[in-house]
């Protein structure tokens, strides 16, 4: 035994391998070059239903006071308390990488004097996110946001308008989705439904059997029992008082119209007494975007698959900031998560089909062929070529990969003839045709139209 542990002593430490010390950080992720075909068919969706439903895009600094996320998100949400990185920075001033992006937008609504534009104001943003949350698969330290808010309608036409457009960018990317809704109320309501959950909670020794997370929520936000994750807590929630019989009549009327609307567009939706939302500014309508359910999902609680997206209302926040009154309503979806859900469930991608690929072969072709690529391209030719490659073999190999259409072949006979071949990739039947007609006999089988 001492022996071994003198031998520990003696060891040298092991030298750390370059390649591990420069790893990525955990949680953190690249996004390299074959994923981005389907990140652009989520970025392309999401901007391109923002514009239909008439929202502007807007940027906010990922960097921001850290008593902007304290007041608006709430400092004792497990976001801030547990998950944002903060720090102070060389001017001594205390800032946070963004949790999340709608206090940004709040902060910039308020600053840039927005009340005074035509209301209400539609706004998107598109851009990372930082948590320090435990790793797992759908959960990282830097994630994705599509974000959408308008500020300035108290309207449930807004709440609805919302899911509206979540719904639609689910099932445009055909991703079977369920809306979880509930109402959480206004300030006053909400207060009196927090007494009686309170008492259920004290009763019977409910309290003590709920994780240790769960008991520190029982004192400081004891709404959030209700949407904990852990098992021995879902156990202990079933019989608790639901808040939608606790609704005033102004939060009771402003939910169930939008439930009726609902209804009327066919959005399919679950009621969802247990769904609160960890983040302080909500009121009234609260909504999560849940995968539909699969074989493999986790039949007890379907609450641990990740939400791909999720929002509400916050009508109080933005005097709580410091603005003018201001009802508002909005919500982010997790891109990473989307992504994810199209290549786990091998959702076919159009891809793009009509690449003409540029071939050549000797060094007076090359140059031929590196003009004429340059003038297919601006005539609107998706081309693509391997001009550094000297080998037929190696280029047509390129042209397979990229799932070229055309290759276009220029050798030392064609350049002699003025004549050029078209091959097509998927016979492989060639054919000479004349080079000054090269535009015109792809626009042919393209079937597009001649550009002047
Ligand atoms: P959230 O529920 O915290 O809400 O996040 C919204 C979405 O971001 C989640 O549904 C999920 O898809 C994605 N997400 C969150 N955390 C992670 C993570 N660690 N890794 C990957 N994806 C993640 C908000 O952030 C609110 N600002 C939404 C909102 C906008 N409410 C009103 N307006």
Known sequence: ???????????????????????????????????????????????????VYSYKRIETPILERL?????????????????????????????AIRPEITPGLVRAYIEHGMFNLPQPVKMFAFGPAFRHEKPQSGRYRQFTQFDLEIFGEESPIADVQLILIAYNFFSGLQIN????????????????YVK????????????????????KRFLKNPLRLLDCKEDVCIEVREDAPQIIDFLCD???????????????????????????????YYNRTVFEVWSQKEEDDDEKNPARQSALGAGG??????????GRPTPACGFGI???RVVMKIKEKNIPIKEDEDFIFLAQLGDQSRRKMMKLFEEMNRSGFKVRQAFTKDSLKAQLEEANKIKARYTLILGQ??????????????????????YKKINSELNKRLNREEKQ
């Open 177 to 192: 989705v369920q809306i979880q809704i509930n109402s959480i109320g206004c300030k006053e309501c909400r207060q009196e």
């Open 67 to 95: 008593d902007l996320y304290e007041r608006a998100t709430g400092k004792d949400t497990d976001i801030v308390s547990k998950e944002m990185y903060s720090f102070i920075d060389k001017s001594g001033d205390r800032v």
């Open 196 to 215: 009686k959950l309170v008492e259920f909670y004290k009763e019977r020794g409910k309290r003590t059997k709920l994780c240790i997370d769960c008991k």
């Open 1 to 51: 035994m001492q022996k071994k542990f003198a031998k520990k002593i003696i060891e040298k430490p092991r030298r750390q391998k370059s390649r591990d010390k420069y790893s990525r950080l955990r949680g953190m992720k690249d996004i390299l070059f074959d994923e981005y075909k389907y990140w652009d068919i989520v970025v392309k969706k999401a901007t391109d239903l923002a514009a």
């Open 334 to 336: 997790g891109v990473e």
């Open 313 to 322: 209302r916050y009508d109080d926040l933005v005097e709580f900031m410091g």
């Open 413 to 434: 006979k064609e350049l002699m003839d003025g004549t050029i071949l078209i091959r097509d990739m998927e016979s492989g039947t060639q054919e000479v045709v004349d």
């Open 250 to 280: 102004a939060c009771k009327d402003h939910f169930i119209k939008v439930l009726e609307y609902l209804d009327e567009m066919d959005i399919p939706y679950n009621l969802n007494p247990f769904l609160v939302r960890g983040l302080d």
